[in-house]
């Protein structure tokens, strides 16, 4: 499968939405339900800024593409002396076919190198959790977060570097 990673541009916002939502239900629909997911995507989505697509002055996305749309897209956000990762997600039926790796390396290679990297993934995210390891990330703590209209999920906190 032949994919190029890219910068996100506002032109991209209907098809990542629309991505989005695909990899969101696919992966979170069994554990949380199909409504709480579609409550979680229109909080993210409202208004005229809406939360998924902000973008403070440091932060940077990027979406990975292939001939059929869409399959990837993550974000990195520089926070506290590391950057933060959110948003990873691989088109659903397309996993260990590299994307992720694609996407995790591009993003690294526009940060200075060696910087401290941070995930938070949900404890059910099996996929996620392997990923993360195979790339060097080790658990560092738990939480709770708000992932959009006051939708509470466990996390666990990964880091590397």
Same mark, same amino acid.
């Given at each position: ?10 032109? =991209? ?36 800024? !809406?939360?998924?697509?902000?973008? !403070?002055?440091? =932060? ?31 088109? !659903? ?18 940060? !200075? ?40 999920? =466990? ?7």
């Amino acid at each position: 499968m032949s994919i190029h990673v890219r910068s996100y541009t506002d032109a =991209d916002r209907c098809g990542m939405t629309q991505f989005y939502r695909t990899a969101w239900h696919a992966t979170y629909d069994q554990i949380d339900g199909a409504a709480a997911i579609d409550r979680v995507i229109a909080a993210l989505l409202h208004g005229e800024r !809406p939360e998924m697509f902000e973008m !403070p002055v440091g =932060d940077v996305a990027l979406v990975a593409e292939n001939a059929d749309g869409f399959v990837g897209g993550i974000r990195g956000h520089p926070r506290d002396g590391a950057l933060h990762l959110s948003g990873m997600y691989v088109q !659903p039926g397309t996993h260990r076919r590299g994307i992720g790796t694609a996407l995790f390396a591009a993003l690294l290679q526009r940060f !200075p190198h060696g910087v401290a990297v941070r995930a938070d993934v949900r404890p059910t995210s099996v996929a996620a959790r392997l990923f993360y390891a195979r790339h060097g990330f080790i658990e560092t703590g738990r939480g709770r977060t708000d992932v959009g209209g006051e939708h509470w999920v =466990d996390t666990i906190e990964l880091r590397r570097g």
